[in-house]
């Protein structure tokens, strides 16, 4: 691909060789950010979901009790399945978004307008899902771990409201250790991915 002006990206892409990035600029999109971008709040998600280590090992001692033998980082409550979900769309997604930027580059510049705008199409369902759907329910279980900070009787009173208890051991056993780790790795190589994948475009 040929720069035509490096401090202009709009000029670049509308004026550049790449099909891609000129169908990119056109078109509307609720997520303009390039893929390098993306990915990295993609990773800063899967970070944001980690937190659950830290913000359930420092509960009081009256909500730690609320978990079985008083321990929430082994616990595996039914909010926590959310933040599951919510990791795996993250991973799904981040993997959809690297494949587009690999098939993109690996065709170019002899890629075609409707290869590109298939690519752009998977670019952005995958970036709405991952951002906004997977985005809300990471946020959404960290919430309801940073309740417990809350104090014992608003915990309580979580617990006591809801149709069902939010944080009630599940049958599959999925600890809060666990998950928070594995979004934690998850999130340094979706960013390590961005990183390559810039270093690459440049």
Not at 156 to 177: C, H, L, M, R
Request: neutral net charge.
């Amino acid at each position: 691909m040929t720069s035509t002006d490096p401090n202009d990206p709009i000029a670049d892409a509308l004026l550049g060789e790449s099909t891609y990035e000129r169908l990119r600029v056109e078109r509307y999109a609720l997520i303009k950010r390039r893929i390098p971008q993306k990915l990295v709040y993609q990773s800063g998600l899967l970070l944001v979901l980690a937190l659950v280590v830290p913000i359930a090992a420092t509960y009081p001692s009256s909500v730690r009790a609320a978990f079985p033998g008083g321990e929430p980082l082994w616990a595996s409550p039914l909010v926590l399945w959310v933040g599951v979900c919510a990791g795996a769309i993250q991973l799904g997604t981040a993997s959809c978004l690297i494949a587009v930027s690999i098939v993109r580059r690996s065709r170019e510049p002899e890629l075609s307008e409707a290869a590109a705008h298939t690519l752009l199409n998977v670019e952005d369902v995958a970036s709405m899902f991952g951002l906004a759907t997977g985005g809300f329910a990471i946020l959404l279980t960290v919430g309801f771990f940073l309740l417990g900070h809350a104090g014992g009787e608003t915990f309580q009173s979580v617990i006591t409201a809801a149709p069902q208890n939010p944080y009630e051991q599940t049958g599959v056993s999925v600890p809060v250790i666990a998950v928070g780790t594995a979004a934690a790795i998850s999130s340094a190589v979706v960013y390590l991915c961005s990183r390559y994948l810039r270093s690459t475009a440049a």
